[in-house]
């Protein structure tokens, strides 16, 4: 069984809704981490992660951390999900690509412009919405006709930094169609700790 460590509001969200593409069983187990506000509860002991972050994932006894590296993992594991393109398919590159740069570029590029006074659009910032918005050109996702788990991890950062996303174009379009998706509507149900 696949346990998921999950933190609401965070980047285990967009595991879960992974998990819900995916139509693999899983656990969740709530932890509770210190968010970028300062609120929550602060690490929790129960979380296997080595820096009781989330996401965390177990696979029996395998911890796998790294949302790009669970994303991969999750991936290929279930994958007649088809949200992998497999090794040898002329899409992987791309695909691997994505995944790699949503955490490594886009994410800090969000997070200069959040550290940007007033006004201010970081080039970095610049860059990374031009090649999204580049590589959606054709659509409907990033790998063309083929929707895969780097739409998942891509929406889910999208999502959580939409105040910073542009009001109109192909970013919120395919912010709109992903958030239609059954699956993502399921995770968001799975989010918050059951009352
Ligand atoms: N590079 C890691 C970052 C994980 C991360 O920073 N997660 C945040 C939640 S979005 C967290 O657990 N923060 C708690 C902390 O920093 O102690 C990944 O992509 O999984």
Known sequence: MLTLFHAPRSRSTRIIWLLEELGVPYQL???TIRYRDGSGEGPDAANPHPDKKVP???DEQVLVTESAAVATFLADRASDGGLAPAIGDRDRGAYLTWLSWIEGEFGPAIGARLG??????PPAFA???TRIERAL???PWLLGARFSAADVMLGGTLGWAHQLMPNDGVIPAYLARLTERPAFQRAMARDAVPA
């Open 29 to 31: 187990r709530y932890v």
């Open 56 to 58: 965390a994932l177990l």
């Open 116 to 121: 940007a006074i007033e006004g201010e659009i």
């Open 127 to 129: 860059a990374a919405l």
């Open 137 to 139: 050109a054709d659509g």
